[in-house]
């Protein structure tokens, strides 16, 4: 990722800037404290304060001023590690996951020998949770010689109260950055160049409650003789800062050449000379740039050399409510062709929409699609797509049948679907062999998620006779879900073989997406084969020759679930971690709920069943998001599995009463795991009957990898039945030792052990190293309150208690934003939060959870 150099900037001394020395004291005291907290308003002088401090401060100090494309992990971890000019190598070796990143960090700055300061500005930009975790790990793990300061306009979701019991943080709000009637007058005078009359003062003081920003503009208007003094104040008409009259003030009392400028440049986030000349028709911007500085008009410089400004945002939201709406459009569209000429496709696809230039848009989108997709920006080409007037991608057949396929990865079936249902309709015998083949692959897949594997069969051949010799990215897509299908209808040898054809199309057509996700495929393939040893080299091949791409994700996931196996713990869950978060980035729901279900499992053969659980947490809420019944029901398996382990089988036959029996699985591990709920329950044979029907299957289709953990089953169940247990565990056990197959052994417990001894002649040493890897932990208690074997799995936060007061009084999602002073979307993301850590499905059931648990 390209770091831009002026967010790592602190913003430059502002000449004439009032000294505060209260508030500088107050800054000096907060700093033996980890965290500064400073929040109000925009233009208090929430950054001119701390930028003040920092200009005094005689250590080492980072700043980072935040926008809204910060708030994903990766971006955000980049830019921190390097505004505090840390160790990269855990970010470029490509195993960069959210906590080993901040452990390092910590560890690291724990080092240091002098005293530092790390601000982070505009902080209520960041809302995504696994970043809101990393900076509560560095506050409550914060080295002593360094302090941290957070600016913002909101109070970011971070666990303050507890902070605060503990004497964690400083708090600086709006009612201290006020301006007092004092420090109004030196900056009136400052500002205007004169002492301001002290009647004047006061009655600025009191209409802008000391609000340096309407302060300034005020300032500005007497300086120029468009405001005459206390009288104008208190006749101004107005909400309760004045905005909009003093803007009108500011900008009455400029030349006109000067005010058609700023209202043409409005459109734009971040002003140079070169694009100001486009979008205005000028040729002397760079001068009227410096003019707008000189005048203290609210430009602020973006970077050392001058080059990139930005209006304040208050000012810059009020001239674009003056702007012509005939001229918006024009200077959008003026913008956009400037960007589209610098290479600069996110900003042109922007400022095309907002201009109604939409032609300009698609082609920008289109023309970028194939490279985003190559380098596994799937998340960026939705979000293009979504910029985009819905009514516009919906005509196009091609558009619309890559806003569904990437819908469709991210785990939104059903909207996916609508898209490809549109795009057949559109899609003519005549449109580009291309884009007919990706609509027949991504039809391939629906088919896959429906459960008809023989049409997604039918469809993948046709998107390959389409292609035929190209190296396009979908004839490697067909490929891979051709033998995902047939994998499902029984033919798992001709899978392997054209998951192996694909691997090698992508390396020849240098596509990492396509070789990474047919690896992905192939290696649980050759797993339940038998032949783990070389699924777990297919993969560490894939990893080291794309390492650090997000897309790695796609073997990185399988390659953790198979180290598990071979009960390499440390490596497995290091693997799965990164590899979750990688999938998370690029938005596949598929390879995320199998990191997360292995995960689990790996946390509770390590005695963190708690952590286990709230992976299986997280698994299920991703799954009934993304409405895949099919992983969905592999999701309450594993729950079911768990919950066998820790010896709760009525909780586990809770979980496996939810998955209903009105679709009857075809998967391996759900029928295990039935089986082993009913030999808790003390019926043998019916587990021994089930047992008997997917060994005859896994036999018939060469899955020897799948009988060691059918056999090792069926071995106990003979035991149980009184039995002799001895020749199916013999045959497990000679299945398993050539690739190392232990995990299936050692997860069925102690009562494995004993008939683990007497087969120990098949395989003298297997035996002997599982049976010297069998661990004596305590069985984990978790400390929750349980309702009908439910519990709470992870504790709701001050907030989310309150929101789910507030529902039972039956407010709706907008009652409950206003009354606590928060978005609508930050009430749905809390409700979601607390759907999970309840186990509810709705309002209703969570309410009532919440009063069975004594919550409310």
């Known amino acids: 990722m390209q770091v831009v150099a002026t967010k790592l900037l602190a913003p430059p001394a502002r000449p004439g800037a009032v000294a505060r020395p209260r508030l500088l004291r107050l800054l000096d005291g907060a700093a033996t404290h980890p965290l500064t907290l400073i929040t109000a308003p925009a233009g208090f002088g929430k950054t001119t304060l701390v ?17 809204e494309d910060d708030d994903t992990p990766g971006r955000f971890l980049d830019y921190l590690v390097t505004a505090l000019a840390a160790d990269r190598t855990l970010l470029d070796s490509g195993a960069a996951s959210t906590p080993a990143v901040m452990t390092a960090l910590v560890n690291e700055l724990a080092g240091a020998d002098a005293d530092r300061v790390l601000v982070l500005d505009d902080i ?72 301001v009359d002290a009647e004047t003062v006061g009655a600025l003081t009191e209409r802008s409650e000391g609000w340096a920003a309407a302060l300034q503009m005020l300032g500005i208007g007497l300086r120029d003789g468009t405001s005459t003094g206390s009288g104008a104040v208190r006749h101004a008409p107005g909400n309760r800062y004045v905005l909009d009259y003093l803007a009108e003030e500011v900008l009455r009392g400029q030349p006109a050449e000067l005010r058609e400028f700023m209202l043409r440049t409005c459109v734009l986030d971040a002003l140079s000379s070169s694009l100001c000349d486009a979008v205005t028709g000028r040729a002397d911007s760079e001068r009227v740039i410096r003019e707008l500085e000189r005048a203290n008009l609210f430009l602020s410089p973006l970077d050392d050399r001058g080059q990139w400004h930005r209006y304040h945002g208050l000012f810059a ?94 785990g939104r079936v059903d909207e996916a679907e609508s898209y490809a249902a549109l795009a057949d309709r559109r899609m003519t015998p005549d449109a580009p062999i291309v884009d007919r083949a990706m609509l027949r692959t991504f039809q391939a897949y629906l088919a896959l998620t429906h459960g008809n594997p023989a049409d997604a069969a039918l469809l993948a051949t046709e998107a390959l006779e389409l292609l035929r010799d190209s190296t396009s990215f979908f004839r490697a897509a067909a490929m891979g879900v051709l033998g995902q299908a047939r994998r499902l209808t029984g033919d798992r040898r001709g899978a392997i073989d054209v998951l192996r054809e694909a691997v090698a199309l992508g390396e020849r057509s240098d596509n990492a997406l396509s070789t990474l996700e047919a690896s992905g495929y192939l290696a649980p393939l050759l797993y339940v084969q038998g032949r783990l040893r070389e699924a777990v080299l297919l993969c560490q091949d894939a990893l080291r020759s794309h390492a650090g791409l997000p897309m790695a994700g796609l073997v990185e996931v399988p390659l953790g679930t198979l180290l598990y196996e ?13 590899g979750i978060a990688r999938c998370e980035q690029l938005g596949t729901t598929s390879y995320t709920l199998l990191g997360l279900r292995t995960l689990a499992r790996l946390q509770h053969a390590a005695g963190r069943v708690d952590d286990g659980f709230r992976a299986l ?21 594993t729950i079911a599995e768990l919950h066998l382990r820790s010896g ?71 035991q149980a039945a009184g039995e002799p247990a001895f020749d199916p565990l013999a045959r497990a056990v000679e299945l398993a030792a050539p690739d190392g197959y232990r995990r299936t052994f050692l997860d069925e417990g102690a009562a494995i052990f004993p008939l683990l001894k007497e087969v120990r002649p098949v395989a003298p040493a297997f035996v002997a190293e599982l049976l010297s890897r069998t661990r004596t932990t305590p069985k984990p208690v978790a400390d929750l309150r349980t309702v009908d074997g439910i519990g709470v799995i992870e504790p709701l936060t001050e907030t989310q208690r309150r929101i789910l007061g507030l529902i039972a009084t039956g407010m709706s999602n907008q009652q409950v934003a206003d009354k606590l002073f928060i978005t609508v979307g930050t009430t749905k993301w809390h409700l979601n939060q607390i759907f999970g850590r309840l186990q509810a499905r709705n309002r209703t059931e969570a309410v009532a959870r919440a009063r069975q648990l004594e919550l409310l």
């Not at 947490?617 to 398996?637: C, F, G, I, N, T």
Request: hydrophobic share 45%.
């Open 51 to 67: 930028a003040t401090w920092l200009a005094a401060f005689r250590g080492r100090s980072a700043w980072l001023t935040l926008d």
């Open 124 to 195: 209520e930009v960041l809302a995504e949770p696994e970043i809101i975790d990393a900076l509560a790990f560095l506050v409550e793990h914060c080295p002593p010689r360094l302090h941290l300061v957070l600016l913002g306009r909101t109070e970011p979701e971070l666990p303050l109260a507890r902070w605060r019991g503990r004497g964690l943080l400083v708090e600086i709000g709006a009612a201290q950055l006020r301006f007092s009637p004092a420090e109004a007058g030196e900056l009136l005078a400052a500002v205007t160049g004169r002492a």
């Open 317 to 410: 939201d009020y001239l674009r409510t003056e702007l012509d709406p005939t001229l918006a459009l024009e200077c959008h569209r003026r913008a956009a062709r400037w960007y589209a000429a610098h290479g600069m496709p996110a900003e042109t696809i922007r400022h095309a929409v907002a201009g109604r230039e939409i032609g300009l848009a698609v082609d920008t989108v289109r023309g970028q699609a194939d490279e985003q997709v190559r380098r596994g920006e799937l998340a960026t080409l939705l979000s293009w797509l979504n910029r985009l007037p819905d009514e516009e991608v919906r005509a196009q057949a091609d558009l619309a049948g890559f806003k569904g396929w990437l819908l469709y990865l991210g």
């Open 566 to 578: 071979r009960d390499e713990l440390v490596d497995a869950e290091r693997h799965l971690v990164d």
């Open 617 to 637: 947490l997280a698994a299920r809420r991703q799954a009934d998001a993304a409405e895949d019944y099919r992983r969905a029901r592999l999701v309450l398996a």
């Open 648 to 718: 709760s089988p009525a909780a586990a036959e809770q979980a496996m009463r939810e998955i209903g029996d009105d679709r009857p699985s075809s998967s391996d591990y759900e029928q295990l795991t039935r089986a082993r709920l009913w030999l808790a329950r003390g019926e043998p044979r019916r587990a021994l009957d089930a047992l008997a029907a997917i060994e005859a299957r896994a036999v018939e289709e060469g899955r020897d990898g799948s009988l060691v953990a059918i056999l090792a089953v069926t071995a106990l169940a003979r």
